[in-house]
């Protein structure tokens, strides 16, 4: 199957800084990719989705001016949490589509962001 | 509105016997895909099953069988012959047509018992 990499896995930093968090795929050409939010023992919620070269469509309650996304390439998108708080502390998972199929989508390993 | 439901918190099954988890959907897409995930503790997200709305088989992928009922909108997860290596959180989920985004139930953990 095709290979979703997100970088890095796991992030600390102090709270106020922003932390930038970067999903590629690797083997194919991503036009949709989607970000993903996930507390402790909870589903996944959407929270943004970007095609690439234009702006990503938010899901109503998050800040696009906290959670910046773009998708500049075919293979790659960021999210970047700016000022993080201890409540932006949660489990990242980035999700892409390509053309491989109409029921195709992939998600990356995830990222844990701690902010203290 | 799409709506996934996933009423089991939680399941135990027997090594080597068969478990069904209920997922049940609410759309007005005429055209849907569905989905099941498996989740292991390290996080990332395994693909296991699909089921398109018009397809008129249930899907199956090796010990994974999807039991779908379209009238119902059900559509269930069947895990047969467990294994140690199943348990897991399982997540239904769809995606309409006109959407290009997946959504997904609550989950269900599932336990393996030796």
């Known amino acids: 199957g095709a290979v979703v990499s997100q970088h890095p896995s796991r992030v600390i930093c102090k709270s106020g800084t922003s932390v930038k968090i970067e999903c590629r795929s690797l083997?194919?050409?991503?036009?949709?990719m989607f970000w993903y939010r996930q507390f402790p023992k909870k589903s996944l919620m959407l929270m943004a989705t970007?095609?690439?070269?234009?702006?990503?469509?938010?899901e109503q309650g998050v800040e696009k001016d906290k959670f910046l996304i773009n998708h500049a390439s075919l293979t790659l998108s960021t999210l970047t949490v700016t000022s993080a708080h201890p409540e932006d502390s949660s489990f990242y998972i980035c999700?892409?589509?390509?053309?491989?199929?109409?029921?195709?989508?992939?998600f990356g390993p995830g990222t844990r962001l701690t902010v203290l | 509105a799409q709506k996934i439901t996933q009423t089991q918190p939680g399941m135990f099954v027997q090594e080597k016997e068969a478990v069904t988890l209920d997922c049940t959907y609410d759309?007005?897409?005429?055209?849907?895909?569905l989905f099941w995930y498996k989740q292991p503790s390290s996080g990332e997200m395994i693909f296991l099953i699909y089921?398109?709305?018009?397809?008129?088989q249930n899907a199956t992928e090796g010990r994974y069988s999807l039991n779908f009922q379209k009238a119902r909108k059900s559509a269930n997860l069947v895990i047969s012959a467990s294994q140690l290596g199943d348990s897991a959180m399982y997540f239904c989920?769809?995606?309409?047509?006109?959407?290009?985004?997946?959504?997904f139930g609550a989950g269900t953990r599932l336990t393996v018992k030796p």
């Open positions: 089921q398109g709305s018009y397809d008129q």
């Open positions: 970007s095609n690439e070269g234009s702006k990503a469509t938010y």
């Open positions: 759309t007005s897409d005429p055209s849907y895909g």
């Open positions: 989920a769809m995606r309409g047509s006109g959407n290009n985004d997946m959504r």
């Open positions: 083997d194919f050409q991503a036009t949709t």
């Open positions: 999700s892409a589509r390509g053309d491989r199929g109409h029921n195709e989508q992939f």
